[in-house]
């Protein structure tokens, strides 16, 4: 992409409204236009950074055996009057009545659905374990949505659905949610702690919410020190494995992690003063196991080989895809703007000419840019006719992790610089060499 020809409005003032650095930054560098109260338009730079998160997001669930699929946003308010939740949930669910008067709503969520498209088509304990899942917008009547997309009232969520005959299986769907979870953020650059959490309106015994650890956290958590130690990296894991995937949920979960709603003083106290951690997160996913909670309800029986009917037993799992757009801002920026990790930046490489219109100049440029995308990377190429200062500021904002600056004085000895963002350190390359440095970085990423 040209800068030239692409739209990116930045903006120069700091705009009031915004409480926190991740949303002053996303308006900052043109990624969010909000269009109501706690409902935003994606903006291409911020459209490219949501998709490269949902991409992650499935990945790392079809690597785990689960099934991508989606469903609507509206949903018959009929399935929610059997689970009994159309009441239950308050204001927070909009709803909608349609031109034949009949009762409609936004989903805040697809247990019910999703329940009722198993129990369609699914009859027999041969088809089991299923995981369903998908990516789809969500609408939640938030009574004070604020921080941008971190507490919206439209947001996007990754929402996955397990299905199993025994209570053991479901488990075992639960600890596969963890590890690809685990999986996932890290990938995104993020360390997500699971923390013990409560079940709230879902309903259920099992859950673990994961947080990023941030000043800006709308949750207090508290934390035994040694977990942060903890790393997934890129060990392999067998998902159909019990064993393995037991002992990472052991592993990840076994020092004391948890929200203010489970916080059990006492038992925090156990720990060596030293290693107490009382700190703010934010929550970017939760896994729970509820049981038959929607199955009995709803009438979700399969045969179970034995000659008896039983309700399946279920899990959902779910991802803030749009709210970790705003988690890894405010987990890495600094006071020029936002750094964002190799795997959800939007362009891989900035590539800043210092003298639009001088034929070495420009011509160094495209052939850099043909380069790196004959590699497959995306570069952003700022070839407009601004000054150096100002095209520095725009590329440090907006938070490419890789800089190009080509200018006359370097290509004159046949050199190029590329900046780490994240550092601010340089190394003086050929063209050569650094389109291939730049490919290595990424070489993991890809
Ligand atoms: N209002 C919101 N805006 C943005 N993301 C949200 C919002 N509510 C929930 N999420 C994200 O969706 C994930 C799954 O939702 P869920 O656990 O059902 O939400 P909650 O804990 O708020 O009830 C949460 O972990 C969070 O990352
Ligand atoms: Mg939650």
Same mark, same amino acid.
């Given at each position: 992409?040209?800068?030239?020809? *692409? /739209?990116?409005?930045?903006?120069?003032?700091?705009?009031?409204?915004?409480?926190?650095?991740?949303?002053?930054?996303?308006? !900052?560098?043109?990624?969010?236009?909000?269009?109501?109260?706690?409902?935003?338009?994606?903006?291409?730079?911020?459209?490219?950074?949501?998709?490269?998160?949902?991409?992650?997001?499935?990945?790392?669930?079809?690597? #785990?055996?689960?099934?991508?699929?989606? +469903?609507?946003?509206?949903?018959? #308010?009929?399935?929610?009057?059997?689970?009994?939740?159309?009441?239950?949930?308050?204001?927070?669910?909009?709803?909608?009545?349609?031109?034949?008067? $009949?009762?409609?709503?936004?989903?805040?969520?697809?247990?019910?659905?999703?329940?009722?498209?198993?129990?369609?088509?699914?009859?027999?304990?041969?088809?089991?374990?299923?995981?369903?899942?998908?990516?789809?917008?969500? %609408?939640?009547?938030?009574?004070?949505?604020?921080?941008?997309? +971190?507490?919206?009232?439209?947001?996007?969520?990754?929402?996955?659905?397990? %299905?199993?005959?025994?209570?053991?299986?479901?488990?075992?769907?639960?600890?596969?949610?963890?590890?690809?979870?685990?999986?996932?953020?890290?990938?995104?650059?993020?360390?997500?702690?699971?923390? !013990?959490?409560?079940?709230?309106?879902?309903?259920?015994?099992?859950?673990?919410?994961?947080? &990023?650890?941030?000043?800006?956290?709308?949750?207090?958590?508290?934390?035994?020190?040694?977990?942060?130690?903890?790393? /997934?990296?890129?060990? #392999?894991?067998?998902?159909?494995?019990?064993?393995?995937?037991?002992?990472?949920?052991?592993?990840?979960?076994? $020092?004391?992690?948890?929200?203010?709603?489970?916080?059990?003083?006492?038992?925090?106290?156990?720990?060596? @003063?030293?290693?107490?951690?009382?700190? !703010?997160?934010?929550?970017?996913?939760?896994?729970?196991?509820?049981?038959?909670?929607?199955?009995? =309800?709803?009438? =979700?029986? @399969?045969?179970?080989?034995?000659?008896? $009917?039983?309700?399946?037993?279920?899990?959902?799992?779910?991802?803030?895809?749009?709210?970790?757009?705003?988690?890894?801002?405010?987990?890495?920026?600094?006071?020029?703007?936002?750094?964002?990790?190799?795997?959800?930046?939007? /362009?891989?490489?900035?590539?800043?000419?210092?003298?639009?219109?001088?034929?070495?100049?420009?011509?160094?440029?495209?052939?850099?840019?043909?380069?790196?995308?004959?590699?497959?990377?995306?570069?952003? *190429?700022?070839?407009?006719?601004?000054? #150096?200062? =100002?095209?520095?500021?725009?590329?440090?904002?907006?938070?490419?992790?890789?800089?190009?600056? &080509?200018?006359?004085?370097?290509?004159?000895?046949? &050199?190029?610089?590329?900046?780490?963002?994240?550092?601010?350190?340089?190394?003086?390359?050929?063209?050569?060499? =650094?389109?291939?440095? &730049?490919?290595?970085?990424?070489?993991?990423?890809?």
């Amino acid at each position: 992409m040209r800068l030239s020809r *692409y /739209f990116l409005p930045v903006l120069k003032e700091t705009p009031s409204e915004a409480q926190i650095v991740s949303h002053r930054l996303m308006l !900052r560098a043109g990624m969010i236009k909000q269009s109501a109260a706690g409902i935003y338009s994606w903006l291409p730079l911020g459209y490219k950074v949501l998709k490269r998160i949902e991409q992650i997001v499935h990945e790392e669930q079809i690597r #785990a055996g689960h099934i991508p699929m989606l +469903m609507p946003t509206l949903q018959p #308010a009929d399935l929610w009057k059997e689970s009994g939740r159309y009441d239950a949930y308050g204001p927070e669910m909009l709803r909608i009545r349609d031109r034949h008067d $009949r009762d409609m709503l936004y989903g805040p969520t697809n247990e019910e659905m999703i329940t009722d498209i198993f129990r369609s088509h699914v009859g027999s304990y041969k088809d089991l374990p299923l995981t369903l899942y998908h990516i789809q917008w969500k %609408f939640r009547d938030e009574v004070r949505p604020r921080f941008g997309v +971190m507490r919206g009232r439209e947001f996007l969520m990754k929402d996955g659905y397990n %299905f199993d005959l025994t209570k053991e299986a479901a488990l075992h769907a639960y600890n596969r949610h963890l590890v690809s979870y685990l999986r996932t953020y890290e990938r995104m650059g993020l360390q997500a702690i699971p923390m !013990r959490a409560d079940s709230g309106p879902i309903g259920g015994d099992d859950t673990h919410e994961f947080l &990023v650890l941030a000043e800006t956290g709308e949750s207090e958590v508290f934390y035994d020190s040694q977990i942060t130690d903890l790393r /997934f990296g890129d060990r #392999a894991i067998d998902y159909d494995s019990v064993e393995e995937c037991q002992a990472v949920l052991e592993e990840f979960t076994s $020092r004391y992690a948890r929200t203010d709603e489970t916080h059990d003083a006492e038992v925090f106290a156990q720990i060596p @003063v030293e290693r107490q951690r009382v700190a !703010r997160g934010i929550e970017v996913g939760q896994i729970f196991y509820f049981g038959t909670k929607y199955s009995d =309800a709803m009438g =979700a029986l @399969v045969d179970d080989g034995q000659g008896g $009917r039983v309700p399946v037993h279920m899990g959902s799992h779910g991802i803030g895809v749009s709210r970790l757009v705003g988690a890894i801002i405010e987990a890495s920026h600094d006071d020029k703007g936002i750094i964002w990790p190799e795997g959800v930046t939007p /362009f891989h490489v900035g590539i800043v000419n210092l003298k639009q219109g001088d034929a070495a100049c420009d011509g160094a440029c495209e052939d850099l840019y043909k380069a790196f995308t004959a590699k497959g990377l995306e570069p952003l *190429y700022d070839d407009r006719s601004e000054r #150096a200062g =100002a095209k520095f500021a725009t590329m440090d904002l907006i938070g490419l992790p890789w800089r190009i600056t &080509v200018g006359p004085r370097g290509l004159g000895a046949g &050199v190029v610089e590329l900046t780490s963002r994240r550092t601010g350190e340089s190394e003086e390359l050929s063209l050569e060499a =650094a389109v291939a440095r &730049v490919a290595e970085i990424y070489a993991p990423h890809m």
